[in-house]
Structures are given as C-alpha cells and as structure tokens.
C-alpha cells in the first residue's frame, strides 16, 4: 500500500478509480457541466491535485459540508482542510477555479452598461460574495452612461457586521468621478434580507450623494439564500 497526498491509501497495481476517471472525463466532454451532479463537477477539479486517491468520497465529503459546488469553491482555506482528503494542493486548486469564475464573469460586467446588463452583475457579485463567511461591503462605480468604470471592495468585516463610512464612500466616487453608485454587500447567515442598520445607512449615503450629483441606483445584499434589492423593495 501507499499513501496518497490526500492521505488515503492506494493499493498496489492498477487502481480502481481510473476506469472510473476516464468515464467522468468523458461523461464531461459529451455534455458538458449539466450531464454531472455537483460533486462529479468537484471530482474532476480534485482529479489534478489528488493523483493517487479515489476523489468520489472526497468530493461527496466537501459537498456535504458545504451545501453546494459554489459554496465548497468559496469555502475558507481553514475550513476546507478540515475535510479528510483536503491539503494545500487541493485548497489551492479550488480557490483557482473560484478566481476563474469570479474573473470571467467581471469580465462580462466591466465597461458594459450596468443597468442593461443587471442579470449579468447579479451573476458576478454573488459569485464574488454570497458565500463568504465575513461580511464585505463592495462599490460598483459607473460613469455618465451607467458603465462600470470600477468596482472596490471598501470594507470587509465579521460574520454579521462590516463598518461602513458613508462620506468615505462618496469621497471615494468623486475621486473616480462616477455619476452613479450600486452599493453591495452580503450576508453570511444566508438571508438576504436588509436590516435596520442596512437601510439606515443606505438612505445617509443616498443623502450625502444627492447634493453631489451622484445617483445612487441601488444596493444589493446577497446571500446563499439569493439577493434583495433596496430599488425593487422600494427602498430607495
């Protein structure tokens, strides 16, 4: 016997799994991401960094902890590892293929027209944030046109508070001079429901931001659970 990275054993002569790597892989490349279950998807991540282990249980393992595909990439390091199967290499792996998502939906959202393009930036900024397990207040800043010209994480905090500074946040707009502001954050229990303090502070920001000339559109808050928008509760 010997002993995997993943710390489980495999046994001498031809392993069991490749078969069943093979047929995977192939199962993938005749159709797609839709023909695989969430942990088959997961199982072909873990296929690069866990060469000489059956990735099935581990797979199945994280998916259980975590609740999702999504939730398992944005998992903390720390968290992740306490998973029997999960080092560095498969963390690293996984918080690559996050990055990558992430990455390529900005990438549809970055110089398009914000407000036509809303299905788009509801894609990326629960990718970027609904399964944290820390509060992040992030800004999406567009120009005349409602193009996103930037997009700043500004505070990040704990599981159920972020700091956020209203005349900091304008301050930061008029240095970009953006016409406009979304605001976003998340909430790690899940539930995107805006509290007290949420929308407290979203109305001292939309004051401070009307006598500037700057719109504040909406903010949104994410979660695992989904997404509630101030605009469409009627909030602002």
Known sequence: MSEDDSGFAEAAGQPHYHGHRDRLRQRFRDGGHEALQDYELLELLLFAPIKRAD??????????????????????????KEVRGVG??????????H????????????????LSSWSAV??????????????????????????????????????????????EVLKRALELSASAIVLVHNHPSGDPTPSRADIQMTNQIAEIAKPLGIVLHDHIIVGREGHASFRGLQLL
Do not use: C
Request: no cysteine; hydrophobic share 45%.
């Open 55 to 80: 990735t099935k249980p581990i797979a199945k393992a994280l998916i259980a902890r975590f609740g999702s595909f999504a939730e398992v990439l944005a998992a903390p390091p720390a968290r992740l």
């Open 88 to 97: 560095d290499r498969v963390v690293h792996d996984l918080k690559l293929a």
């Open 99 to 114: 990055a990558a998502a992430e990455r390529f939906l900005r990438v549809k959202v970055q110089g398009k027209r914000v």
């Open 122 to 167: 509801l894609d990326y900024v629960r990718t970027a944030m609904a399964f944290s397990d820390r509060e992040e207040f992030r800004i999406l800043f567009l120009d005349k046109k409602n193009a996103l010209i930037a997009d700043e994480v500004q505070q990040r905090g704990t599981v159920d508070h972020t700091p956020v500074y209203p005349r």
